[in-house]
């Protein structure tokens, strides 16, 4: 069970926008709208952000969002903040193996 | 408001068997409209998805780790637990508990459990 791809590292600039990828296959990401995404930071728990590719939360900030093309997803966070700087994990359903998620390798945003 | 809480050994021989539980208060397990899973994450590394399971039993595990998982869950006392035989230095993570919603993404995350395999 292969995971997602995504860049290790992203950087911005307060005020700027960044987007981090993850991408997987036709069996995961780019067959079902069951993409999701977590936040967290050292030391704590990942907190969901998007799900169901650019749905968000109760509570999260519209400054984050998501989308996705073929067996891409995206997020974009726009208006960087220094609270920003964490990690970021995509996740998706996969039809292969157990029916059940996969994770991205993740990626730490650092905010200049 | 609905917690998620894990608990068990910190420490594990190798060889042996990790034994964890979560508790889930503020709310049932048993409710239709979730699944429960554990996740783990070694020490400077990334998520993994180690198994889930329904309300009703029915359990999925990751194949890299299917042979030496078990889930399983105690409605009545509103709890469900991992099991993961056979442990090496490769298991030591921190492990989560979480409640995975029907289109397959974690709402919400117990602060995680540190647990070392080491003799």
């Known amino acids: 069970q292969s995971a997602l791809t995504q860049p290790a590292s992203v950087s911005g600039s307060p005020g700027q926008s960044i987007t981090i990828s993850c991408t997987g296959t036709?069996?995961?990401?780019?067959?079902?709208?069951?993409v999701s995404w977590y936040q967290q930071h050292p030391g704590k728990a990942p907190k969901l952000m998007i799900y169901?590719?650019?749905n968000r939360p109760s509570g999260v900030s519209n400054r984050f969002s998501g989308s996705k093309s073929g067996n891409t997803a995206s997020l974009t966070i726009s208006g960087l903040q220094a609270e920003d700087e964490a990690d970021y994990y995509c996740?998706?359903?996969?039809?292969?193996?157990?029916?059940?998620?996969?994770f991205g390798g993740g990626t730490k945003l650092t905010v200049l | 408001q609905l917690q998620l809480q894990e608990s068990g050994p910190r420490l594990v021989k190798p060889s042996e068997t990790l034994s964890l539980t979560c508790t889930v208060s503020?709310?049932?397990?048993?409710?239709?409209?979730?699944?429960w899973g554990w996740i783990r994450q070694p020490p400077g590394k990334g998520l993994e998805w180690i198994g889930s399971?329904?309300?009703?039993?029915?359990?999925y595990y990751n194949p890299s780790l299917k042979s030496r998982v078990t889930v399983s869950v105690e409605s009545s006392k509103n709890q469900f637990s991992l099991k993961l035989s056979s442990v090496t230095a490769a298991d030591t993570a921190v492990y989560y508990c979480?409640?995975?919603?029907?289109?397959?993404?974690?709402?919400?995350w117990g602060r995680g459990t540190l647990v070392t395999v080491s003799s």
């Open positions: 979480a409640r995975r919603r029907g289109t397959w993404y974690f709402d919400l």
């Open positions: 503020g709310g049932s397990i048993s409710s239709s409209s979730y699944y």
């Open positions: 399971i329904y309300y009703s039993g029915s359990t």
């Open positions: 036709s069996s995961d990401v780019g067959g079902y709208n069951y």
């Open positions: 169901e590719v650019s």
């Open positions: 996740s998706s359903y996969t039809s292969s193996s157990t029916l059940d998620a996969i």
